[in-house]
């Protein structure tokens, strides 16, 4: 009886406190750290959206997720505070085509026209008959964190993507991630987000299908035989490709086209099987904007312009057709095409050689024509609608994952920094929050001499300068850190002893210690006569949007029809 009574009151113990003792359902090998994560971020100007900007507002988040925004919030007790002010919060961008955290396709040695027929397909198990149909692969099996791509991206201001395998005409599931660095288990999103396809056969060695019109009568009868194979009570046999096919359907449908021309053909296939694809497409939906528009299709659009083209040599120049140059031109214009034709787009990273040219592409294309409104959409909410993941991501609103950018002005400004990128809660640091900027003229006195220096740059990019005349500057080598200062210098031209000072803070001016030239000590100062210039805020739209940069008229080339030489200006009727 004792015993019994015993084992009633541990359970009733046990049952008592278990939300105390919450079962952790994946192990860690380190100090368990439960702390729960909150933050207040004060005093900020915080873009909840593209249509709503908050001043001196203030955001809360707590274990991964948003609590609150807005302004006269209460910081509870328990949050740690970070005062903001002066800074930006945006939402952090997602990008749809991506491979990241995937294992790179395995590729055979290419078949030549001239080799024997492949037929039976290489895949082992009972899949599909043709090994481009590869819709039973399921990224978020396969997916793992990479702490080195995420870095590059989340410096770009990512915070979300898209992950798929380009490989074959059905490329199976994607997986929806964020790009923390915890566990895969805690950054997956949507472990089955999207179905793709294309019209590559990707790493299939089979000779079928060779040429765009196998690549659409594979697709259109892949499409057939999963009616019929549905429709069945029995299945006669083991399919597990067409079984994934059938049950992809119910997710976003993405096809990755690349082009104009083969994003009507997808849009004609999705047509005729009741598929409203969403298209990968390409910097020249420009060419065929009102077809394009027919679709219906929301789009997402890489950045990847062409470059210049070499024509210095005559013979080089002479290979360059007109085409080529029109593009060249107008394909900065894309994304306002696709704005103006009232065309739902998102931006990609996906095509560029470096991260480096992302922002630079889109500043481009606002300089032809982009609103910032739209470009901002492009990056945040817009491909969070197209995964149906709006309620997760998107926009800075209460019950959202808490994925953000803090910078140092409006986004899009070419001198703009991102100083943080946090993804789900936890703080990326790409740049020292804490800097002061000490941009401006100052009287630097040094071994009985006054020399007139001037600071420049934004704070965490401050250079030095000594201001002989209106005409002569003289460079000096310099390194601001925090509250810190060293600074190098010849106090002439042609002057070869260099003086060095180092120092720090003190009010408004700056104080240490130096050595001349000749090796003696001396101390030194540096007292502020003039603060720098204030940087250009824009031209700021209504209150509650994003302001919009001044466009320049460009002349442009107009496009053809067909798009090459001896082209018309308009469809013949």
Do not use: C
Not at 45 to 67: C, M, P, Y
Not at 494 to 509: N, T
């Amino acid at each position: 009886m004792k015993k019994l009574l015993l084992i009633l009151g541990l359970l009733a113990f046990g049952l008592l406190f278990q939300p105390l003792f919450a079962q952790e359902t994946f192990p860690r090998n380190d100090v368990a750290d439960e702390r729960m994560g909150m933050y207040a971020f004060t005093n900020a100007q915080i873009v909840v959206s593209s249509g709503e900007t908050l001043t001196d507002a203030t955001l809360l988040i707590k274990e991964g997720k948003i609590v609150a925004v807005g302004k006269g919030i209460t910081v509870p007790t328990g949050y740690s505070t970070i005062d903001l002010t002066g800074k930006h919060i945006y939402p952090s961008f997602i990008d749809l085509d991506t491979h990241y955290g995937l294992p790179e396709p395995e590729k055979s040695a290419r078949r030549g026209f001239s080799a024997a027929e492949k037929i039976p397909p290489e895949t082992r198990g009972a899949y599909n008959s043709n090994d481009a149909i590869k819709a039973h692969y399921h990224a978020g099996e396969m997916f793992d964190i990479d702490g080195k791509a995420a870095a590059k991206l989340r410096s770009s201001g990512f915070g979300a993507v898209l992950s798929h395998r380009d490989d074959g005409i059905a490329r199976g599931t994607s997986t929806l991630v964020t790009l923390g660095e915890t566990t895969p288990n805690k950054v997956t999103l949507k472990a089955s987000a999207a179905a793709h396809y294309s019209f590559s056969k990707g790493t299939s060695q089979q000779n079928y299908p060779r040429s765009m019109m196998g690549y659409v009568s594979l697709l259109r009868q892949t499409y057939l035989d999963a009616e019929w194979f549905s429709a069945l009570k029995e299945r006669p046999f083991t399919d597990q490709g067409l079984e994934a096919w059938i049950s992809n359907q119910t997710l976003p449908q993405i096809f990755a086209a690349g082009s104009w021309i083969n994003a009507l053909r997808a849009d004609k296939v999705g047509d005729e099987f009741g598929v409203q694809y969403i298209i990968s497409g390409g910097t020249d939906m420009y060419q065929r904007i009102a077809e394009v528009k027919k679709t219906g299709a929301s789009f997402i659009i890489p950045l990847n312009f062409p470059e210049a083209f070499d024509v210095e040599d005559p013979l080089d120049a002479e290979k360059v057709t007109l085409s080529d140059m029109l593009h060249w031109e107008l394909a900065l214009t894309n994304a306002a095409t696709l704005e103006k034709g009232g065309i739902d787009f998102a931006f990609t990273m996906h095509g560029l050689k470096t991260s480096k040219e992302f922002m630079t592409n889109i500043r481009s294309s606002i300089k032809h024509g982009l609103s910032e409104k739209k470009a901002l959409d492009a990056l945040t909410i817009e491909p969070a609608r197209m995964l149906n993941a709006a309620e997760q991501l998107g926009t800075l609103e209460a019950g959202k994952v808490a994925n953000f950018l803090v910078t140092d002005g409006k986004i899009f400004e070419e001198k703009t920094a991102i100083y943080q990128n946090w993804v789900q809660g936890e703080p990326f640091y790409l740049k020292d929050l804490e800097t002061n900027d000490f941009s401006g003229t100052y009287t630097l006195t040094v071994g009985g001499q006054s020399y007139e220096m001037e600071i420049t740059g934004k704070p965490g990019s401050h250079k030095a300068k000594l201001i002989v005349n209106d005409s002569t500057k003289l460079d000096a080598k310099s390194d601001f850190s925090k509250d810190l200062l060293s600074i190098n210098f010849a106090p002439a031209k042609d002057v070869e002893e260099r003086i060095r000072l180092s120092g720090w803070v003190e009010g408004e001016r700056w104080v240490g210690r130096g050595q001349m030239g000749d090796g003696s000590w001396t101390d030194w100062s540096a007292t502020r006569t003039g603060v720098g210039e204030e940087g250009t805020e824009g031209n700021k739209g209504k209150e509650g949007e994003e302001g919009e940069e001044g466009k320049e008229e460009m002349a442009l080339g107009q496009i053809l029809y067909p798009f090459t030489a001896y082209g018309m200006t308009s469809l013949p009727e």
